[in-house]
């Protein structure tokens, strides 16, 4: 589970100042905080799917944290939860216009 689409070359979190097209955005880091009722998410992004299999220096890196009450999650099974939360990353201007992959 993933999501692609493009990096601008304005956007802060791109360290090399070009615009890339279909980036391959997958989370990377997740922590639920049950007493703070939150889940902490690190995505980082790549040239491609291919570049994150090999293990490849990602070109995009950061945190989210968001709070239980901004997720529809159906059911507890770890595809409903990333499922959740990847529809909601959706809504944030970094990955807007971002397709499932």
């Keep these: 589970m993933a999501i692609t689409g493009n990096l601008s070359a304005t956007n802060e979190d791109n360290g090399y100042g070009i615009d890339f097209n279909g980036v391959y955005y997958k989370i990377d880091d997740l922590l639920v905080e ?3 009722e939150e889940i902490r ?9 291919t570049a994150r299999e090999t293990k490849s220096m ?3 890196k950061k945190k989210f944290i968001i709070p239980f009450s901004n997720l529809i999650i159906k059911s507890f099974s770890k595809n409903d939860i990333l499922s ?5 990353l959706k809504t944030l201007p970094d990955f ?6």
């Design 34 to 36: 049950t007493m703070m």
């Design 58 to 60: 990602g070109i995009y």
């Design 96 to 101: 807007t216009g971002m397709t499932d992959c």
């Design 84 to 88: 959740a939360i990847y529809d909601y």
């Design 41 to 49: 998410v690190g995505v980082r992004g790549y040239g491609s799917r």
